[in-house]
């Protein structure tokens, strides 16, 4: 039998969990403050709706997914631990460190799988990228560029690094190993208060070098990271088909001289198997409730995260 889940957030996000949730076998029940949402969705995917107040000391709830806006993910997610429950929380875990830094002790503490949605862990295209790092297939890994853009989601209470950023800084992490020594952040509001556009810029202990950029004022779309390494140089584009979301290049840069000499190729595209990335983090999320081993995005991995966003972020005067 499947865990018991409830998702707690009946929004666009949300919706996504709760029919994924359901056709795993293992949605259980749905919650929102508002609770016209809730019952909405309830009638739609035949499983009760539970009050908010209620939610956390459930005896028929084993896990919560937490899609909220991010200043509740804190609050609830400690509710759920201290109540026994399993924790799924959307990214950002917190937005204070202290709030971040309690939650994942409470979870220790009380022996919860606590996990954070970085959904691009779990992307097939980066998963394969990030076994051909660790193989060595690129050599060593110098240098990672990463650009977010889009155009909306103008939230209140995030601006585009935090709300845009976080996925890009898991799949950095990963790639890079280890936390960034250096970051320094740069930040642009055009609309109001909040940076519209953000660049991160990120030095490694182990040498290597780190670049972001993320915007929701611009013309075109793209979703795209960058890998340079010694020997080869690697592309995952989640703008292109599944044929192509992965491109090597084994472009060849040497000494001439006292200049530098070239060769460039076209890209070998890698083979990728298709799956949703929504999905297999969900099914992760489950087999860590059911083993009760550790999600690969942990709550270790949300605080190195939520750690480079503070200290890159640019504050605007009101």
Known sequence: MAPRIAVLGCGYWGGNHIRTLKSLGALQAVSDAKAENAQRFAAEFGVPDIPVDELFTHPG???????????????????????????????????????????????????????????????????????????GELGDVRYIHSHRVGLGKFHTENDALWDLAPHD???ILAIAGEEPSVIRGEGTAILGHLSDFAHLHMEFPNG???????????????????????????????????????????????????????KSVEPDYVPVEEGMPLTRELEHFLHCIETRQTPRTDGKEAISVLRILTEGTVRHPK
Request: aromatic share 10%.
């Open 61 to 135: 709830i084993d896990g919560i997914v937490l899609a909220l806006p991010p200043q509740f993910h804190a609050r609830y997610a400690m509710e759920a631990m201290k109540n026994g429950k399993d924790v799924l929380v959307e990214k950002p875990i917190a937005l204070e460190m202290a709030d971040a830094e309690t939650e994942v002790k409470m979870a220790l503490e009380n022996k919860r799988v606590f996990m954070v949605g970085h959904i691009l862990r779990f992307h097939p295209a980066f998963e394969k990228l990030l076994d051909m790092v660790k193989s």
């Open 208 to 262: 290597i070098r780190g670049h972001l950029f993320a915007s929701r004022l611009n013309a075109y779309r793209e979703r795209r990271l960058s890998v340079v390494g010694s020997q080869a140089m690697a592309v995952f584009d989640d703008g292109e088909p599944w044929d192509r979301k992965l491109a090597l290049y084994r472009h060849q840069v040497w000494r001439e001289g006292e200049g530098w000499a070239f």
């Open 169 to 171: 800084l898991s799949m």
